[in-house]
């Protein structure tokens, strides 16, 4: 009962339909990224991401997966590695919300507008803007309110704009927890299915 309280305080705060607890970020990345892109997709990530996302790149890689890095916050290189892909293959583009060794973040708005040209879906772990960043930042509060993350900091849609929101408890609530976001029952019940949810023991 305690884990289902908490998603649901946790979609609240974010403002999505739902939520799945991981016990840690670690865990949820090496369980979901594998199950999203499958036997054929393509994992697109930036040079600079976590060591925790490259290592479940890596095992999405060796399930059939394509796995390519491009430079850090490159657009420019994305948009040339992306351009060599069908519509049609299912594209992760993986980023940070906040990059842990230089705090410098993405220009999310671009990125969802360059993920929608090719068809793509983007992939953020916000471990480390998750609890600080929040929505409508100013210059009295340039952090933004409530914590709640990225998406809101840049006012975007979470499955209007295909993004799939990774964060953890970890960092600005010192809690052992981590999260993912759902747009609804089914896709919840699939990201369920994630060796690393069902063997967490």
Not at 77 to 88: F, H, S, V
Not at 103 to 108: E, Q, S, T
Not at 157 to 171: C, H, M, R, T
Request: one cysteine or more; charged letters at 20%.
């Amino acid at each position: 009962v305690i884990y289902e309280e908490l998603e649901e305080e946790l979609a609240k705060l974010l403002g999505v339909p739902d939520v799945l607890v991981f016990p840690s970020v670690t865990l949820l990345q090496i369980g979901v990224l594998p199950l999203l892109t499958g036997s054929n997709g393509v994992i697109l990530g930036d040079i600079a991401a976590h060591r925790c996302i490259y290592e479940a790149c890596c095992l999405a890689q060796q399930k059939g997966s394509q796995f390519i890095q491009y430079r850090h916050n490159d657009l420019n290189d994305l948009a040339e590695k992306l351009a060599k892909y069908p519509l049609e293959q299912v594209k992760i583009i993986v980023i940070d919300g906040v990059y842990s060794m230089s705090a410098d973040f993405p220009d999310l708005p671009a990125y969802v507008r360059l993920a929608k040209e090719y068809n793509a879906f983007i992939y953020m772990d916000d471990a480390h803007g998750f609890g600080i960043l929040g929505k409508n930042p100013s210059s009295d509060m340039p952090y933004g309110y409530k914590g709640n993350g990225m998406v809101n900091y840049f006012d975007l849609q979470f499955a209007e704009d295909n993004i799939i929101y990774v964060a953890g408890l970890s960092k600005a609530y010192s809690s052992y927890a981590a999260f993912l976001t759902c747009g609804d029952r089914q896709i919840k019940t699939n990201f369920r299915n994630a060796w690393t949810a069902i063997f967490s023991g």
